[in-house]
Structures are given as C-alpha cells and as structure tokens.
C-alpha cells in the first residue's frame, strides 16, 4: 500500500511539475502564519501574533544581518580551506549555515510535502537564535554610541570650562 500511494504521489508530481510547485508555493504561507484567522480562538490568534509575530521581523533581520556578516568574512577568507586552523569567526559561520540549512530544508520538506504551522514550531528555536544575534547587535551599537555622545558631551564642557 505504501509503495502504490509512492508512485502515485511521484506520477501526480511527474504529470504536472507546474501545479505541484504551485500548490508548495500555496503552502508557504500556512507554514509561517502568524496573523490571526477566524477559525482560532481569541486566544490561539493572541499567542500567535505575540509570539511568532513579534520575532519574526527580529529572525529576519538577524538572518540578513548573519548573511551579510558571514559573506564579509568568506570574502576576506576561505574558513573550508583545507588544513587551515578554524579562528572562533570560522567556527560561528560554520554553526549559523548549519542552522540555517537546518530550518531551510525542515520547512522546505514540510511546504513541499504537508504545511502546518505546527511542523514549523521545531525550527522557532534556531530562528530565535538569529534574532537574538540581531538584538545583541543592536543593543552592543546602542552602547557604543551612548559611549560616543557621553565623551563628546565631557569633551565639550572641558573646552568650555578652559575657555573661561
């Protein structure tokens, strides 16, 4: 039985490749819904729309963020060379394509196959992993430049105070 649906599910695929990438296409977005729908509960909709609907601007970012970061860093050096000692920069490369292709293929399986928003719940975790890189990113930026304004303020009120 198993091997008769198989070969029907892979002939369906084969006859048309077009509708079958249409109705993955179709899928993607009852994988990552968030907004809420008339068929939940009050609250159902609010837990959705706080938790993943709140991140996920957060796992975009720290996703954008790690890509242009991780390109930088293959630009200025091959971390795959062969033989070469891994600095900590390679290691956290490596670790975020590792993730990366972890909650790419995980959801990918699931568009292409059965989408729920439930089978995209496992990868929430590696995706908050981004998005707290990006808030880490940011509050580390927000206290350089606290830094910046406070030195420029002493610099100003010593140059005042000399002047008299």
Same mark, same amino acid.
């Given at each position: 039985?198993?091997?008769?649906?198989?070969?029907?599910?892979?002939?369906?695929?084969?006859?048309?490749?077009?509708?079958?990438?249409?109705?993955?296409?179709?899928?993607?977005?009852?994988?990552?819904?968030?907004?809420?729908?008339?068929?939940?509960?009050?609250?159902?909709? !609010?837990?959705? +729309? @706080?938790?993943? &609907?709140?991140?996920?601007?957060?796992?975009?970012?720290?996703? %954008?963020?790690?890509? #242009? *970061?991780?390109?930088?860093?293959?630009?200025?050096r091959r971390f795959w060379r062969r033989g070469a000692p891994w600095s900590d920069a390679d290691r956290r490369a490596a670790e975020g394509w590792l993730l990366l292709g972890i909650i790419v293929v995980y959801n990918l399986l699931h568009i292409l196959t059965w989408a729920k928003v439930r089978y995209r719940l496992p990868t929430d !975790?590696?995706? +908050? @992993?981004?998005? &707290?890189?990006?808030?880490?990113?940011?509050?580390?930026?927000? %206290?350089?430049?606290? #830094? *910046?304004?406070?030195?420029?303020?002493?610099?100003?009120?010593?140059?005042?105070?000399?002047?008299?």
């Amino acid at each position: 039985m198993d091997a008769a649906l198989r070969a029907r599910g892979v002939q369906f695929i084969l006859d048309d490749p077009g509708r079958y990438l249409r109705l993955s296409l179709s899928r993607i977005p009852v994988q990552f819904q968030f907004w809420p729908t008339a068929e939940s509960s009050l609250a159902a909709n !609010a837990a959705r +729309l @706080l938790s993943f &609907g709140m991140a996920l601007p957060f796992v975009l970012g720290g996703m %954008a963020l790690f890509l #242009r *970061r991780s390109l930088d860093h293959v630009g200025r050096r091959r971390f795959w060379r062969r033989g070469a000692p891994w600095s900590d920069a390679d290691r956290r490369a490596a670790e975020g394509w590792l993730l990366l292709g972890i909650i790419v293929v995980y959801n990918l399986l699931h568009i292409l196959t059965w989408a729920k928003v439930r089978y995209r719940l496992p990868t929430d !975790a590696f995706m +908050l @992993l981004f998005a &707290g890189q990006l808030i880490a990113d940011c509050e580390m930026r927000i %206290a350089d430049w606290r #830094r *910046r304004r406070r030195g420029m303020a002493e610099r100003s009120e010593g140059r005042g105070a000399s002047a008299e």
